[in-house]
């Protein structure tokens, strides 16, 4: 039994759909918060329970009989993420698990000034105290690249902070190696990184932008204090555009700058690049 959290979310059910190709649906579980949205699951032949970070007793009834269970992380910024994923982790212990799998975040290393990674840091400590098998996925950038990029197909411009080289990474692709390496036979123990197979920056999106549209898309960089006066007359609450700010630092300091080769292995072909990525999204 392999059982899959957040499983009506992006990542987690994009990974349950890609693990219904590799094996039988009475092998997999989701833990959801509210079982109605994964009905279509259900009626596949998934066992569906209801459970969230917020209620043990009922994770370890929607773990009973894992031998895996994936945990996609949190990102409440109002909550208490580690102590919720703490929560977690001894539910999944206390259901006889023995391997879990966490979603943690590529260049989640002491120092990273983007707070995320403080969170995938105490996560993965609480993991290595488990006492049982782990592995934690260091997932590459995934987000829409209009929300990174801003509004440069009606501007002509990338106006945002100075960057640093970021593999990139499509949540399709790191879905599909999640699921193999769930249903595969080999083991990934402590932490592992899925990337794009090439860190672009910037710059490098202006000349992809202008390779793909014909025209002369521009980068500038804006000061750090002026894109956060932007942010919040655009209605963005300054503490969010603020935490905002801190991924650009971190990418400019080189914190996302690895591009790893296992992903690709993983996928038996070279996943999605970043400019894969802008094309498709502007044939869209």
Known sequence: MIVVTGATGGLGGATVEHLLERVPAGQIGVSVRDVAKA?????????????????????????????QVLLVSGNDPAADMVGLHRDAIEAAVAAGARRILYTSQQGAVPGNPYPPSDIHIATEAILARSGVAWTALRNGAYGPLDQVLGPWQRTGVIAQPADGPVPYTDRADIAEATAVILAGDRAFDGPVTLTAPTAVTFDDFADIASDLTGRTIERIVLDDERWVAERITTGVPEQLARLMLTWYQAARARYFAEADPLLAELLGREPRSAADRLAAHLAT
């Not at 699951?41 to 043990?56: H, I, K, L």
């Not at 370890?60 to 009989?65: E, H, I, P, Q, V």
Request: net charge neutral; aromatic share 10%; glycine share 10%.
């Open 39 to 67: 009905q279509h699951f259900a009626d596949r032949g998934v066992r569906v329970r209801q459970g969230s970070y917020e209620n043990p007793a009922a994770l370890r009834d929607s773990f009973a009989g894992a031998e």
